[in-house]
């Protein structure tokens, strides 16, 4: 089993940063790969970024040059910067391993204009 546990959102103003924590527990062996997705009410979850087990990234169009994700052995990061209104949401840890996902329990981060 896999736990993840987000930390580290909050509220922020446009142009401003904040930095995402994941920490994942458990057998957290063969990981294929982890990454951010975030979800605002009504709408699906969407990628925002992932990184593979051979540390290859890849980013939603909508954050690239922005943010920046990050993975230490347990722990997950996502550096975000210059934080726009649209980046209002719930953002989700995940992590893949053995075919199958792992969700956090998400953390808010709202931007005010």
């Known amino acids: 089993q896999v736990q993840l546990v987000e930390s580290g959102g909050g509220l922020v103003q446009a142009g401003g940063s904040l930095r995402l924590y994941c920490t994942a527990s458990?057998?957290?062996?063969?990981?294929?790969?982890m990454g951010w997705y975030r979800q605002v009410p009504g709408k699906q979850r969407e990628l925002v970024a992932v990184?593979?087990?051979?540390?290859s990234t890849n980013y939603a169009d909508s954050v690239k040059g922005r943010f920046t994700i990050s993975r230490d052995n347990a722990m997950l990061y996502l550096q975000m910067n210059s934080l726009k209104p649209e980046d209002t949401a719930v953002y989700y840890c995940?992590?893949?391993?053995?075919?199958?996902?792992?969700w956090g329990q998400g953390t808010q981060v709202t931007v005010s204009s």
């Open positions: 995940y992590l893949r391993r053995s075919g199958r996902d792992y």
């Open positions: 990184i593979s087990s051979y540390a």
């Open positions: 458990g057998s957290i062996f063969s990981i294929t790969a």
